[in-house]
């Protein structure tokens, strides 16, 4: 039995399976299939400030390949969270990690306090939501802004801080310099990448919103060359995500570079998608003769 437990920036998880920010909730109908104990960790829907009821729908579209979506970061709000979702989560021998967007830099500072005290495990902070019009993506695509929200995210935090990049930019290598540079714990990659459907019959975008960002297997090998490029420049732990379905895509994306591997989209079309994945990883660890630990970053280059 291959070991499963990996380490990202401090926080020991006993295997490297997370779940993504935005596609599993705050755990509750996936805690109804199995015991979410079962998980490395579970990154919870993207928090704001206040509450947020998040686009008008239609807000999701198929694609050949995955989804397109425009939730909007519908959320209860921080306080809402911390009140009502951490007592459940914390029956779990998960480790949480809170996902968050602010629409200022103060924004951001202010939930890091708040969730810090309330005991989370680490936050992501969400520099590259898509489909907000304030704040998210701005910050995700200017190095600058990138590294003010860092900074300010890790003066208001006494747990890890790990700042997640959009795919949404011409060098990802350049951001995730700046943030590195402003302190940051770790990086967590990639977000959606911005994508537009169209109904030819109305003319109308399939999306209310007209764009929103695309997810699930489509983006995984922009995922796996993001995290090598992104390893390669840096010696931050990753959490590298993007259209992960099984234990083969997660060998790849550690072997690219990543620590630990998040697994998003897949879970909606199958509840269990988490458990598969490394399940698979286990089998393929097992056939190398390797800890999950030394798998990260083993690509050997041409
Ligand atoms: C419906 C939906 C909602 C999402 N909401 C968030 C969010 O609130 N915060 C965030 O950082 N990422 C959010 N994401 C992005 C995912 O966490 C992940 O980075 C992305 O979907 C790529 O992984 P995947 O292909 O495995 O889904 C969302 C993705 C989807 C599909």
Redesign the pocket.
């Known amino acids: 039995m291959p070991d499963l437990r990996v380490s990202l920036a401090g926080v020991e998880l006993k295997n490297p399976i997370v779940v993504?920010?935005?596609?599993y909730g705050f755990g509750h109908e996936y805690g109804e299939f199995y015991d979410l104990s079962e998980l490395g960790a579970i990154?919870v829907?993207?928090?704001t400030p206040v509450r947020r009821d998040g686009n008008p729908p239609p807000?999701?579209a198929e694609t050949p390949a995955?989804?397109l979506?425009s939730?909007g970061?519908q959320?209860p709000g921080v306080d809402a969270f911390i009140a009502e979702e951490m007592p459940f989560l914390r029956q779990y021998d998960v480790k949480i990690i809170a996902?968050i967007?602010g629409n200022t830099p103060e924004e951001y500072g202010v939930m890091c306090e708040k969730l810090s005290a309330a005991g989370v495990d680490m936050i992501?902070v969400?520099i590259?939501?898509p489909?907000v019009k304030a704040g998210g993506l701005a910050y995700g695509t200017r190095p600058e802004l990138a590294a003010e929200v860092t900074e300010i995210a890790k003066k208001h935090s006494t747990v890890p801080v790990m700042v997640?990049l959009s795919p949404n930019v011409t060098d990802i290598v350049q951001i995730a310099k700046a943030v590195e540079d402003a302190g940051a714990d770790a990086l967590?990659?990639?977000?959606?990448l911005l994508g537009m459907r169209i109904d030819i019959h109305s003319r109308r975008p399939i999306l209310k919103n007209n764009m929103g960002?695309?997810?699930?297997?489509?983006?995984?090998p922009v995922?796996v060359r993001m995290v090598y490029q992104v390893r390669q420049a840096t010696k931050l732990p990753i959490l590298g995500?993007?259209?992960?379905?099984k234990g083969s895509d997660a060998a790849e994306l550690m072997m690219a570079g990543a620590d630990a591997v998040?697994?998003?989209?897949?879970?909606?079309a199958d509840v269990f998608a988490p458990l598969r994945v490394r399940d698979g990883l286990r089998d393929y660890l097992e056939q190398e003769g390797l800890s999950a630990r030394a798998l990260t970053n083993t690509v050997q280059p041409w």
């Open positions: 993504a920010s935005g596609t990154c829907k993207g928090l807000r999701i995955g989804i979506n939730v970061l959320n996902n967007s992501e969400n590259s939501c489909n997640k967590s990659l990639i977000n959606t960002g695309l997810s699930g297997p489509a983006v995984f995922a995500m993007g259209g992960v379905a998040a697994v998003g989209t897949a879970c909606f």
